[in-house]
């Protein structure tokens, strides 16, 4: 298969190389996709500049959707063939998402109506988000209502909702004591709601 990646830490333009590579090998709980979509962060360049002491080669793609080609031990939930989207499991392989295969630890099915290159740009952001909102609940500043409105008893229950489908991929932060208003995050030009 071809793949992006490092083999020496350095300036992304100067260390990536588009080379031929083997198919990884699957471990227990992971599985392979055939990628049609990758995105890439901030993070892939800061992984090529050495940031993770990760045994080199190595690939850069840390978001990725595609179809599922292959199964490991114990994964029960997909099948081959089903769209999946998620991060790419680098640590444990010398490929990643800037692929033509990538193997995914972490999976969701890709929503009805999602395109394979939009749930491709959703595994960091939704992650960066989730972390935010976890740091801010844990100092008290920060209230999530979605997961009332949806009697959740956890705030990241309403992300699966909104990243899985349940509730076609829109997220609604939904006024509260501490906010002043809202987005609707469902269109490009949702205004702001008080």
């Not at 080199?56 to 769209?83: C, F, Q, Y």
């Not at 295969?101 to 989730?130: F, N, Q």
Request: net charge negative.
């Amino acid at each position: 298969m071809k793949a992006i990646r490092y083999e020496a830490y350095g300036e992304p333009a100067d260390v990536l190389r588009l080379e031929e590579a083997a198919i990884p090998l699957l471990n227990e709980g992971h599985v392979a996709v055939r990628v049609h979509a990758c995105g890439l962060n901030p993070a892939d360049w800061a992984l090529c500049r050495g940031l993770s002491a990760k045994k080199l080669p190595s690939g850069i793609g840390l978001d990725v959707s595609g179809l599922i080609t292959a199964i490991g031990e114990g994964v029960t939930d997909v099948a081959v063939g089903d769209a999946v989207f998620g991060p790419s499991s680098f640590m444990d392989y010398p490929t990643a998402g800037a692929s033509d295969y990538a193997i995914l630890y972490h999976w969701d099915r890709l929503p009805d109506g999602l395109s394979h290159v939009d749930a491709a740009a959703l595994p960091m952001v939704v992650e960066t988000a989730a972390r935010y909102l976890s740091w801010l609940a844990a100092e008290g500043l920060f209230l999530v209502p979605i997961a009332r409105t949806f009697a959740l008893e956890d705030w990241r229950e309403a992300l699966d909702i909104s990243v899985a489908g349940r509730a076609r991929g829109k997220l609604v932060l939904l006024p509260s004591p501490r906010v002043d208003g809202s987005v609707d995050l469902g269109g490009p030009s949702a205004p702001l709601r008080t």
